[in-house]
């Protein structure tokens, strides 16, 4: 199974964190990337995105067809993340667009098999690859290096 773990691109300050909308650097940032996954990706993938504007904005640079997933939102859990990509049993590749620290935190525990805050920066993608019973880092990458 492929698993790209992306965080949402830059978005505006605002009180009400679910309705921030991304940035003009945002929607750059998103579009860079998703260029990128585009021409790695194969013809069928499935993207979940949180209920969050900046996360479901950020999606949209890639597809139309992202399904909104509440297990992922603003308060999701490692757990949370792993079980609306199906992991590990997903037949084609999932895009997570969510938010730090959880990101983060899900990289952590299937990389290094521990509980931990990775520092994942805004618009970047961590790509994991499950072959049996091992996970492996296919890229990580953040649009400015794009």
């Known amino acids: 199974m492929d698993l790209i773990l992306w965080r949402h691109a ?3 300050d605002g009180l009400e964190d679910d309705k921030r909308k991304l940035t003009a650097k945002g929607r750059k940032q998103a579009v860079r990337m998703s260029e990128w996954l585009a021409a790695r990706l194969p013809k069928h993938f499935h993207v979940v995105v949180s209920p969050a504007l900046r996360t479901r904005e950020t999606a949209a640079a890639l597809t139309d067809k992202a399904a909104v997933h509440d297990d992922i ?3 999701a859990s490692p757990d949370s ?9 997903a037949t084609q590749p999932v895009v997570v667009v969510g938010h730090q ?3 983060g935190m899900t990289a952590a525990r299937l990389l290094a098999g521990a509980d931990a805050q990775w520092s994942v920066r ?3 993608i961590i ?3 499950r072959k049996g019973s091992e996970n492996t880092l296919r890229a990580a990458l953040a649009p400015d290096l794009i």
């Open 81 to 89: 993340i792993l079980r609306a990509a199906g992991w590990p049993r």
């Open 10 to 12: 830059e978005a505006e």
């Open 122 to 124: 805004k618009g970047a």
């Open 101 to 103: 620290p959880t990101l």
């Open 73 to 75: 939102g603003l308060s």
């Open 127 to 129: 790509w994991i690859v």
